[in-house]
């Protein structure tokens, strides 16, 4: 066995940087191996192909995700809407500005291009997210107003990061939150009064 002169870690944040300038199509092997300062037969000692590169990216990002940002939701500590407003900043500075994050939407714009594996797992990331925001909507909600919510956020916040990242302006995200924070205002406001 050969020994390793990178960590998985560092080879994924090297990819993720390719992936992201050239796209999930347009990487080759061997530029994910040069983008490691590797050979392509060394590059091979780490993953067999892009798809197990990709699926390991994914699944990283997915933990993350589950543990560092969606928990933050379910935080008693911090009030109602402060929980939102923390999830909102660091969900900003995951997908638009972070690598991991950026490529998970970059990714689902070329579903044509991509396995059925890796299109299930981004389904499975966008869902997490989903679920997350409606259990948290619905602790001062009705479920289906709750899960329309929920949807909707989102599709909010991909569209507003995708236009943050073309026009560089927060203008997008900062109303997607806000407009956010006025439905969970209201229903905190009624659910008090009921």
Known sequence: MRPQ???KEQIQLHCMQTFKTHGYAGTSMDLLAKSCGLSKAAFY?????KEALVLDILQVSQQYLNHKLFSILCDTHLEYC???????????SFFSVGVQGCLVGMLSLEVPHLSEQIHLKIQSIFQDWELALLHYFQQVMPIAQAEALAKISVADYEGAILMTRLKQDDFYLTHVAERILKQLSMAVMEAAEA
């Open 5 to 7: 002169k990178l960590s």
């Open 45 to 49: 000692y780490y993953y067999p192909n």
């Open 82 to 92: 402060v929980r939102f407003e923390h999830l909102h900043q660091q969900s900003v």
